[in-house]
């Protein structure tokens, strides 16, 4: 077992945490202060090959593992939340999707659009009465004349309200019965599509999350995304892409907490001393920095699972487990070491918080992972 990264990973993490740096870290705060989505920043991700990391070349992508994609994640998501969900916890699910379910016309035709952020996307699945029960949906989609009508409400989606291809999951009906769920890639300029931003946000304000509505929205048949057979498998999927991205941004965002605590407790003094020399600040540094550790281990293990196509979906609830809650714990005691600080708008701390205390919902809540580990050790399908 090699723990080591290849030498292409450590130029991928270069590059993605430079860029992040340099392009991302400088307007964050400014853009969560604004809640301003910076659309222009993602533009400038196409040319680094960040919006296509795990496409294969021949679609226009970088074609990298998912180590290296992990990396990219966690090295964005260190500088935004907010950017690492929009790209990585949205636009590159629905490429995954598609690599994964779509037909070779869908994957011609679609992918190297969206890695040159051409089209961007998003993931609807979200209703305002369902939520883990992921499945029991009120959309619907019915085959009328040839084409694919789709009716219903999608909340809470991230990037609905900019996103110009949108992968939506409803029921579907046949001759008024129900017939299992559909994967439709719906394009906004569909007649009868709509989004309206959502406005109360306390984390993530530099996020576009929206309601998207389909009312009598008419789709070619050969839009739909694998088929209705494998329906929940395709659901499966999507949830397992976002929730590892998710796992990668929570480690992205604790070690953002490692960083400016460490960096604070160097300076600061207090009672003639840098604070770093006292035992509680060292014990909260030191709990960021192993949990934080553990999380990115068991990351990129999925990461390593994903990229052999070995089953991994075990690892992953531990993994998204795990990091979330690392990040809600560093983001408090980051907080704490900053002291009065910690909570002021001067520095990101506090945005680190809301951000990832919002982010932790996406893809189901951490109880629900909670649930799928105790499912896997009890054997309990
Ligand atoms: C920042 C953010 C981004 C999001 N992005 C998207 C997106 O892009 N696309 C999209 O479609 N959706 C998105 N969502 C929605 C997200 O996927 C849901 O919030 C999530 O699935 C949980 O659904 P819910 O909020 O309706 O909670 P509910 O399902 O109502 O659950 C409420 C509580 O009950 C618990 N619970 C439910 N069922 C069980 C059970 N069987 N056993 C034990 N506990 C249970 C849950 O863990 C939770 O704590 C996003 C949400 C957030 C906050």
């Given at each position: 077992?090699?723990f080591?990264?290849?030498?292409e990973?450590v130029?991928?993490r270069?590059m993605?945490?430079?860029f992040a740096?340099?392009s991302?870290?400088?307007?964050?705060?400014?853009?969560?202060?604004a809640e301003?989505?910076?659309?222009?920043?993602?533009?400038?991700?196409?040319?680094?090959?960040?919006l296509?990391?795990?496409?294969?070349?021949e679609?226009?992508?970088s074609?990298?593992d998912?180590?290296?994609?992990a990396i990219?994640?966690?090295g964005?998501?260190?500088?935004?939340l907010?950017?690492?969900?929009s790209v990585?916890?949205?636009?590159?699910v629905?490429?995954e999707?598609?690599?994964?379910?779509?037909?070779?016309?869908?994957?011609?035709?679609?992918?190297?659009?969206?890695?040159?952020?051409?089209?961007?996307?998003c993931?609807?699945?979200?209703?305002?009465?369902?939520g883990?029960d992921?499945?029991?949906?009120?959309?619907?989609?019915e085959?009328?004349?040839?084409w694919?009508?789709i009716?219903?409400?999608?909340?809470?989606?991230?990037?609905?309200?900019v996103?110009t291809?949108?992968?939506?999951v409803?029921?579907v009906?046949k001759?008024?019965g129900?017939?299992?769920?559909?994967?439709?890639?719906i394009t906004?300029?569909?007649?009868?599509?709509s989004s309206?931003?959502?406005?109360?946000k306390?984390?993530?304000?530099?996020?576009?999350?929206?309601?998207v509505?389909?009312?009598?929205?008419r789709?070619?048949q050969?839009?739909?995304?694998?088929?209705i057979?494998?329906?929940?498998?395709?659901?499966?999927?999507?949830?397992?892409g976002?929730?590892?991205?998710?796992?990668?941004?929570?480690?992205g965002?604790?070690?953002a907490?490692?960083?400016?605590?460490?960096?604070?407790?160097e300076e600061?003094?207090?009672?003639g001393?840098?604070?770093?020399?006292?035992?509680m600040?060292?014990?909260?540094?030191?709990?960021?920095?192993?949990?934080?550790?553990?999380?990115?281990?068991?990351t990129?293990q999925?990461?390593?699972?994903?990229?052999?196509?070995?089953?991994?979906?075990k690892?992953?609830?531990?993994a998204?487990?795990?990091?979330?809650d690392?990040?809600?714990?560093?983001?408090?005691?980051?907080?704490?070491?900053?002291?009065?600080y910690?909570?002021g708008?001067?520095?990101?701390?506090?945005?680190?918080?809301?951000?990832?205390a919002?982010?932790?919902e996406?893809?189901?809540?951490?109880?629900?992972h909670?649930?799928?580990?105790?499912r896997?050790?009890?054997?309990i399908?």
């Open positions: 077992m090699d080591s990264l290849t030498e990973q130029m991928v270069n993605a945490w430079q740096t340099n991302i870290e400088p307007t964050a705060t400014g853009d969560d202060n301003h989505f910076p659309q222009e920043i993602i533009g400038e991700m196409a040319p680094l090959g960040l296509g990391s795990i496409v294969p070349q679609y226009g992508g074609g990298l998912y180590i290296s994609h990219i994640i966690e964005i998501a260190r500088a935004s907010s950017i690492a969900l990585f916890g949205s636009h590159s629905v490429e999707m598609l690599m994964t379910w779509g037909s070779d016309q869908q994957k011609q035709r679609y992918l190297p659009l969206m890695c040159k952020g051409e089209l961007f996307s993931c609807a699945l979200n209703e305002p009465g369902v883990t992921v499945g029991n949906f009120g959309s619907w989609a085959l009328s004349q040839g694919w009508v009716n219903g409400e999608k909340v809470f989606v991230v990037n609905g309200g996103s291809l949108i992968l939506a409803t029921k009906s001759n008024g129900e017939r299992g769920l559909g994967a439709f890639l906004r300029d569909v007649a009868g599509f309206q931003d959502t406005v109360t306390n984390g993530l304000r530099a996020c576009n999350i929206a309601n509505y389909f009312r009598g929205c789709v070619p050969e839009n739909l995304l694998g088929s057979e494998n329906g929940n498998k395709i659901v499966e999927s999507l949830l397992h976002i929730n590892f991205s998710i796992a990668a941004s929570c480690v965002v604790a070690q907490c490692i960083d400016a605590s460490i960096k604070y407790a600061r003094q207090a009672f001393r840098t604070i770093g020399k006292f035992d600040i060292q014990e909260m540094i030191a709990d960021m920095t192993i949990g934080t550790e553990a999380a990115r281990l068991l990129y999925v990461a390593d699972l994903k990229t052999r196509k070995q089953p991994f979906s690892q992953l609830a531990m998204r487990y795990l990091a979330s690392v990040a809600i714990r560093a983001a408090t005691d980051a907080i704490l070491v900053h002291g009065a910690g909570f708008k001067d520095l990101p701390l506090e945005r680190y918080f809301r951000d990832v919002e982010a932790i996406d893809g189901g809540s951490p109880l629900i909670k649930l799928t580990v105790a896997h050790a009890l054997g399908s």
